[in-house]
């Protein structure tokens, strides 16, 4: 069963070189959760992001939410199709994301959270200059995938995970299992927190509500569903609907650009 999470498709602009450098400056940078077709690698330049990732792909049973604060001198390499949401946690910052093709990461390249040694925090700082040549690029990659092969990964604790990232991993539990997703309240007493708490905390870190998120995902894994090959009435019934109807209305209600 495939993950809701959307796909960020990064494929189509590796396909010349096998990487993609994306920068970022924007103040008050967040991204809701999502994943690519490929590797990468994410390091802040200046000030601190917070990134959440899930530990297993595809929406595995045993997956965990992690959590790791970012500053100049860290970064997280994440497998192709981890799901992934990452903020600002500073009032500015400048970081980068290195899309990699799979043939350019290879083999044996550990994945993670990761301390960057002085020689791979000038690799990178030469990566986001502005005037880099392309093909000064494509050896300074390649230079820095050995380099990250000897980096210090670090351990990233499950429990520091935001209690909304908790939140979406159950209701992704859920729908792998193909059972009811829990209610705002029954998943509040089963994080053990109150309903408001929640409530809270979602409109804080993910900028809307557990009710609004929770049906992002079932619209999204209803579509996927769907483009598997399955009927209305058949995805109906897999998801716990009362009738075709009323998932018809749940996809209508929820664009597919925001599930």
Known sequence: MKSPAVLSAKLPVLAQQGFYVQRSRLAAYESEWHRHDCAMLLWPQTGALETCWNSGTDVEEDSRVLRARLTR????????GTEHCTRTATRQQRHGELYLAPEVLGNGVRLGAMR???????????????????????????????????????HVPVASAPISCQAVAEFRRALLREERLPSVPELACSLGVSARTLQRCFEAELGATPVTVRRRLLAAHARTLLREGCTLAQVSRRLDFSNSGHLSRLLKSVPESTS
């Open 73 to 80: 001198g860290n970064a997280v390499l994440l497998p192709m």
């Open 116 to 154: 960057l040694d002085p020689a791979a925090i000038a690799m990178l700082d030469a990566l986001l200059a502005p005037t880099l040549h392309t093909r000064s690029a494509a050896t300074l990659v390649d230079a820095l995938v050995e380099q990250v092969r000897s980096a210090q990964f670090v």
